[in-house]
């Protein structure tokens, strides 16, 4: 009877162990994801492809962490030494017992949730979304570490305390390599306003008038050639309109005289074409408005 009372004693608390020992084992997989995680993204494991593997063990310890994070939840209500109700382990300082050191713990609940809740979702979600929540695994980890420390009736043994500070020391120093990285792109990498002038130098130019650096106004050597073409149909449709060419693509009438209102009417509407022209450009008129009006063109 005596050799039963330790069995039924240590059976009264086989929650309060359970709660303990499932948050111990949450914070090492937590650790160990983080950690993972974080040599997988700083690459020093090596630049070469990474096998699939790789990828899914930091998932796998991720996800193993919301398991026994879970555990050590639902362990805490199940006991009856504290007395965690559900108000107690979702809403922070609302405990009696520690209420500042379980605030931390529920806090870095809902960030694991969340960063699990992203990854399951990714192919879903834009890259931005999931980068922006997956960084949310630097304070997750503070504060985990955080409610172990101050919360765990465990934080005083020997063996817990060398594996809090030393997982606390290897997320320093990977944290410290990612950001010396992400630095050392920011310092190489271009500018926004630089690439906004790249952009603009590269891009192609629009036919028409250029202002070079000099303030001389230029054009392109397409477009002139356009403008060229186009003033010499113009030129060619009103001098056959006129009468003046026997040509068979004329399609005008066989006239022996020029006629004298079509070469007034030609001169006219070629005006806005004479203001455009440049000094490589051809005189555009063919006869002079004066010489038609005081009857000089002959026949």
Do not use: C
Not at 33 to 62: E, I, K, Q
Not at 264 to 291: K, S, Y
């Amino acid at each position: 009877m005596l050799a039963m009372t330790p069995i039924l004693g240590a059976g009264t608390q086989l929650w309060w162990y359970t709660a303990r020992s499932g948050g111990i084992v949450a914070w090492a997989l937590l650790t160990a994801s983080v950690l993972w995680g974080l040599a997988l993204s700083t690459r020093l494991l090596g630049p070469r492809p990474r096998p699939n593997w790789m990828l899914d063990l930091h998932r796998f310890l991720g996800g193993a962490a919301v398991v026994f994070t879970v555990v050590h939840v639902v362990s805490l209500m199940l006991d009856t030494f504290v007395g965690f109700g559900l108000a107690e382990v979702l809403v922070p300082f609302t405990s009696s017992y520690r209420p500042a050191a379980v605030a931390w713990g529920i806090v870095g609940f809902y960030l694991l949730v969340a960063i699990e809740a992203t990854s399951l979702l990714r192919r879903r979600l834009s890259k931005r979304v999931w980068r922006a929540t997956h960084f949310l695994s630097f304070p997750l980890f503070v504060f985990a570490t955080a409610h172990g420390i101050t919360a765990g009736t465990d934080s005083g043994s020997f063996l817990l305390r060398g594996a809090l500070v030393v997982g606390t020391l290897a997320f320093a120093a990977f944290v410290a390599v990612r950001l010396s990285q992400v630095e050392g792109r920011e310092l190489t990498s271009p500018t926004t306003q630089e690439r906004s002038h790249e952009d603009k130098a590269t891009a192609p130019r629009a036919p028409g008038p250029q202002v070079g650096r000099s303030g001389e106004r230029h054009r392109d050597v397409g477009a002139d050639r356009w403008l060229g073409r186009d003033r010499e149909r113009h030129h060619e449709h009103h001098r056959r309109q006129a009468g003046g060419d026997r040509s068979p693509y004329a399609g005008g009438p066989d006239l022996t005289r020029p006629n004298l209102d079509g070469i007034a009417r030609h001169n006219e509407q070629l005006e806005p074409f004479v203001t455009i022209r440049d000094a490589r450009a051809e005189p555009l008129v063919i006869v002079d408005a004066g010489d038609v009006d005081e009857g000089k063109l002959t026949s």
